[in-house]
């Protein structure tokens, strides 16, 4: 049964740090990884998709990369901001199975 | 419509009755998929839909939790009986096929059983 992990729970910074937050997961048979963020309150969006055949993903100041073998993804945020304040989810798309496995997330707060 | 539209967002419940929770994904999408988010805790798959394949109801906790997909479109998630324990938010998602695309949530809804 796939497994993910999202490290650290939670992390508090100060305006315009980079940052990374860790994500792994236990099988590494997977089609895709995708980042989400949920603000408070609010359903979940789309930040990044990576196939399993690809090595990273970039959107903006966000960059996300893969390590299939070793069974972890890392999102990158550059000059963090306040706005950026939300919990970030990885979640991972399993080839023997249709439906997302989701770490519990990271909870991350920008301090200005 | 432009996203994932979730129907009731709020609801309270008395423990022991019936709830129904509406879901209308994105035009043209043919996978759904519900999810339960508990307070403090990940997200928890429930059942998906692909076109006109059986839906995989795996992950449905129990039998008072069913869901249907009419016309390969609105889906309803019904739980009855409700428990103190059903209490979280129900999220809805939709994408286009299966494998490699991109998973599009609506806001969720809300459900409190006192």
Redesign the interface.
Known sequence: KQEVTQIPAALSVPEGENLVLNCSFTDSAIYNLQWFRQDPGKGLTSLLLIQSSQREQTSGRLNASLDKSSGRSTLYIAASQPGDSATYLCAVGDTGRRALTFGSGTRLQVQP | GAG?SQSPSNKVTEKGKDVELRCDPISGHT?L?W?RQSLG???E?LI?F?GNSAP?KS?LPSDRFSAERTGGSVSTLTIQRTQQEDSAVY?C?SSFG???????????SWLTVV
């Not at chain 2, 299966?98 to 969720?108: A, L, M, Q, R």
Request: charged share 10%.
């Open positions: 994932v996978a998929y999810y805790q990940g997200l798959f998906y692909q995989d992950g999220l998602a299966v494998s490699g695309n991109t998973i599009y949530f609506g806001e969720g």
